[in-house]
């Protein structure tokens, strides 16, 4: 844009250079001296003028294409530039979401670890509950046995007789007869019997569950015992072999007891071998453990900083769409202001290009007319040859601005077609497209009033 102003600026220039050449000039003295002009050196003015004129709209149209061409070319650099800040975006965001199904798969872990924990111990107090429970049932059942064996206690049998009163009292008082007092006698023995017997059965439950009991345990002193007497077997076997190895000693067999004694030379040495390698492995282990620790500490310090960077990534992140946010409003704001300054300025200039079209035509009338006066009077008439040269000036001057005032007008035309298709585009494409392309200049607007002056003042 501020190069094809620029052009602008130039192609005025080169017009005003135009009209104040030498021939003009030299044409106006002639003019002011009262010479007559040659209707031939009007129309050879007027040629190399409009060759002039058609040769500066060339090199402005060379001008703009070269123009437009390093914008592109400026364009499709910014583009490139983007195109790979979003790609490294996306590969850091890849990296961000590795890491954090990572956490998520070690936190899972940590978390099953945890669980299985709090249910391994949940299920030991279970057990050891469950434990005492039986141990206090065992106890509640020894010591009712016990009080079943003895038999029913002297309190129980005061409880009945004091009850059995109470009732033959209350009985007496009422007047009962010797039948209901038999039946309450009877009742009440029944009673007694049927408590009697539950007692009973459950002793012989319990008795039954304790001769189990005392079976299991007859069960493992026998094993015990079984233990005992083939420990005992071995200690006279190995008694007896020591016996043995005495009498051979005291015999005169030197040559087996040296024997035993080298075997028992090399057993220690095996055991001190076994014993020695044993320690090497516990050092191992221990190492090992040291290094498993290590690596656990090394692991959780890794799982702090790869926390740390995840937080770092979503802040990052979080500024960076805020930023996106911000730079789209922006662009529709300049979007939108742009639009409207280019329609303000596309009608002043279609009603400057329409005025300026209707004097050329009044001039080329004028023109016309002073011509035909010209021919029709073949004398000489300064006058009219001062008129047709002043109007066949401010029509070439007229032509060429007119002339500018309509490429502008088109490359403003080109911009609003321009704006108002990204208009009807739909809105997502539209922000990520102003979003990802490069930033450009918000002058247009002072340009285009710069350069309307310089036309109106021109």
């Known amino acids: 844009m501020h190069a094809t102003l620029d052009i602008v600026a130039a192609n005025e220039k ?21 010479a007559t002009i040659p209707l031939a050196a009007h129309k050879a003015l007027l040629s ?60 899972a872990a940590k978390a099953q670890l945890k669980e299985m924990a709090k249910a ?30 003895r038999g029913i206690s002297a309190a129980s049998l005061r409880r009945g007789i004091t009850e059995l009163a109470a009732r033959l009292a209350a009985s007496l008082r009422r007047g009962i007869s010797a039948a209901s007092l038999r039946r309450g006698i009877t009742e009440l023995a029944a009673r007694l019997g049927g408590r009697v017997e539950a007692s009973e059965s459950e002793a012989a439950w319990l008795r039954k569950e304790a001769d189990a009991q005392q079976a299991e345990i007859s069960r493992i002193r026998s094993a015990l015992r079984r233990a005992k007497s083939k420990a005992e077997a071995a200690q006279a076997s190995v008694a007896e072999v020591t016996a043995f190895a005495e009498r051979q000693l005291v015999a005169g067999h030197e040559a087996k007891l040296q024997a035993l004694r080298a075997l028992r030379v090399d057993m220690e040495g095996q055991m001190a071998a076994a014993r020695a390698e044993l320690e090497a492995r516990l050092s191992n282990e221990q190492q090992r453990s040291v290094q498993v620790k290590a690596r656990l500490s090394n692991e959780q310090q890794r ?25 789209k409003r922006a662009f529709a704001a300049l979007a939108e202001q742009s639009k409207q300054d280019l329609e303000v300025t596309s009608a002043m200039w279609r009603t400057q290009v329409s005025g300026l079209v209707h004097e050329v035509t009044l001039r080329d009338a004028r023109i016309a007319e002073l011509s035909a006066k010209i021919a029709d009077r073949p004398t000489r008439d300064e006058d009219a040859h001062r008129q047709l040269m002043a109007a066949t000036a401010e029509v070439a001057s007229l032509r060429a601005e007119l002339q500018l005032k309509d490429e502008v007008l088109e490359m403003y035309r080109e911009e609003v077609v321009k704006l108002a298709r990204e208009a009807a585009e739909p809105a997502q494409a539209k922000a990520d497209a102003r979003t990802n392309a490069p930033a450009l200049p918000r002058a247009p607007r002072r340009d285009a009033a710069t350069a309307t002056a310089s036309l109106q003042s021109s």
Not at 14 to 34: D, F, H, T, V, Y
Not at 124 to 144: P, V, Y
Request: glycine share 6%.
């Open 14 to 34: 080169q017009q005003q250079q135009q009209l104040n050449s030498p021939a003009i000039a030299e044409l106006r003295r002639l003019a002011a001296q009262g």
């Open 303 to 327: 799982s702090a900083q790869l926390e740390a960077r995840l937080s770092n990534e979503q802040q990052r992140s979080a500024q960076v769409d805020a930023v996106n946010a911000e730079l």
């Open 120 to 149: 391994a111990v949940k299920e030991t107090i279970a057990a050891e509950r469950q434990g005492g429970l039986m141990r206090g049932r065992a106890k509640a059942a020894e010591a009712e046995a016990a009080a079943l064996r």
């Open 48 to 107: 190399n003028f409009e060759a002039a004129a058609h040769a500066a709209l060339q090199e402005a149209a060379a001008t703009r294409t070269r123009v437009l061409g390093e914008m592109r070319g400026t364009f499709m650099e910014k583009y490139a530039e983007l195109a790979q800040e979003v790609q490294a975006k996306g590969k850091a965001a890849q990296r961000v979401g590795e890491l954090e199904q990572a956490l998520e798969q070690a936190l």
